[in-house]
């Protein structure tokens, strides 16, 4: 049986098991949830809990690729060969009318040749965690005894590069980091990653568990203080309004920044591809080695555990009504000042584990990160619309670099306005907009 949506489940075969001992990791602490586990060998995802969730993930995913996303803890301290069942279960299991995908996050410390060898020729996308250069890296992502980890992380880079590993990196943007946006952003670039995903660090000092409402979404606590390598809202914003600066004006195409990318989808009317800027969630699991399986990955305690797909088959689960109700609740338990924003169409609020702050007026459930937000869309606002128009009309997103190059963009106005008909194209190539990038906006009037 097949859901009636598709769904995305994050699977942690090995649970928070990591040889590093990154400090702001939220996920180390998990190990709490499992206190029959005395050793590292009892976090480890048996054969039959894994052959059950690769065949039953298959089966009722209704998309026709099914997008297997491997993470922990540290997922290759399972070995080669784990992972190697995986790719023969999925080639079992898997009907001649769909195809899998394989995606690995990794601190990348543990990559050798031979791993590098079986991600290429298995076609894994590796997401490999990195937090820009070395001095930034190693404030806090360090080894169980306490060691910088930056030389560790760079050769297993190196690797995915001599061996054509596809990969992408993963910045987790802590409160120094935030202040070193271009720094952070030509690192990575100058080093091959051609994807980046920045990720705010937002680090609560007190336990989960007070809710605001009626429905399940309990992490809703008003107040509370955020650790101190937590990032701050408004820097966050002009971390983000910094980069896209750059971006925007060289690489736009070329380099694919996560935030940037899910916005351009969402200004130009086709939703969001991130769960954390849609409407509602609910469609982005996490399942533990164990076979549980709970609402989200930021949610992974007992009052969101949906059951176990060991007794219950993961269809059910994933359209219980616990969890429609996880999903719904994101947009319900929305401020009302957030309803009334004009940038509400492209945050809806953000993720729900970081409303816990008070609005002005003092309802509870604002965004801790709302002000870095408002600044980042913002500061965006009139190039979105532009490269949002220019998709519409079939042109590339990319053509207002050009624009900005050769001052045309300001014959838009602020909120990004095309230009009139009989005005030069902005894309630049010599001819008027109705026969350019408008043509297909004036012949639909037309008719």
């Known amino acids: 049986m097949t859901t009636k949506l598709p769904f995305h489940i994050l699977t942690k075969p090995i649970g928070p098991i990591c040889n590093l001992d990154c400090k702001y990791c939220f996920y180390l602490k998990k190990e709490t949830l499992f206190p029959d586990h005395h050793k590292a060998a009892d976090f480890r995802m048996n054969r039959q809990t894994l052959e059950n969730y690769i065949q039953q993930y298959i089966a009722a995913e209704p998309a026709q690729e099914v997008c297997f996303a491997w993470q922990g803890g540290e997922p290759t301290l399972l070995g080669m060969e784990f992972f190697q069942r995986v790719v023969e279960l999925q080639k079992r299991f898997c009907p001649p009318e769909k195809c899998v995908s394989n995606a690995i996050q990794t601190n990348g410390t543990l990559l050798t040749p031979a791993w590098c060898r079986f991600l290429a020729d298995n076609h894994f996308l590796v997401g490999i965690s990195l937090d820009g250069p070395r001095e930034l890296h190693d404030r806090y992502r360090v080894t169980r005894s306490g060691k910088p980890s930056f030389d560790q992380v760079w050769r297993g880079l190196q690797l995915l590069k001599e061996y054509k590993v596809d990969f992408n990196t993963l910045t987790v943007v802590h409160r120094e980091l935030a202040y070193q946006p271009r720094e952070v952003y030509d690192f990575l670039r100058e080093h091959g990653s051609g994807f980046m995903q920045f990720i705010p660090l937002v680090d609560r000092l007190v336990p989960h568990g007070t809710s605001t409402g009626d429905g399940p979404l309990k992490i809703i606590e008003p107040d509370g203080a955020v650790a101190p390598w937590s ?217």
């Not at 070329?254 to 969402?266: A, N, T």
């Not at 954390?276 to 969630?281: G, I, L, M, R």
Request: proline letters at 6%.
């Open 231 to 447: 990032v701050e809202p408004l820097q966050f914003g002009k971390f983000l309004s910094d980069i896209f600066d750059v971006w925007v004006r060289r690489d736009v195409g070329r380099i694919y920044v996560q935030s940037f990318d899910v916005q351009l989808g969402i200004w130009a009317g086709y939703g969001s591809t991130l769960c954390v800027f849609a409407e509602t969630c609910g469609r982005a699991l996490a399942i533990e080695h164990t076979g549980d399986l709970y609402s989200c990955d930021h949610f992974v305690s007992p009052e969101y555990r949906l059951g176990n797909i060991n007794d219950t088959n993961l269809d059910v689960l994933v359209d219980s009504p616990a969890q429609k109700a996880f999903g719904t609740d994101k947009q319900t338990t929305l401020p009302e000042y957030c309803r009334q924003c004009d940038v509400k169409f492209a945050c809806n609020g953000e993720c729900p584990k970081n409303r816990f702050i008070h609005t002005p007026d003092g309802e509870p459930g604002l965004n801790y990160l709302c002000a870095g937000y408002k600044h980042f869309l913002h500061h965006i606002r009139p190039y979105m619309e532009v490269m949002s128009q220019l998709l519409k009309t079939g042109c590339a997103p990319a053509d207002i670099m050009q624009m900005i190059a050769t001052g045309s963009l300001r014959q838009t106005d602020s909120l990004g306005k095309p230009p009139g008909r009989n005005m030069p194209c902005p894309c630049n190539s010599g001819r008027k907009y109705k026969k350019c990038c408008g043509a297909s906006e004036f012949k639909a009037n037309a008719r």
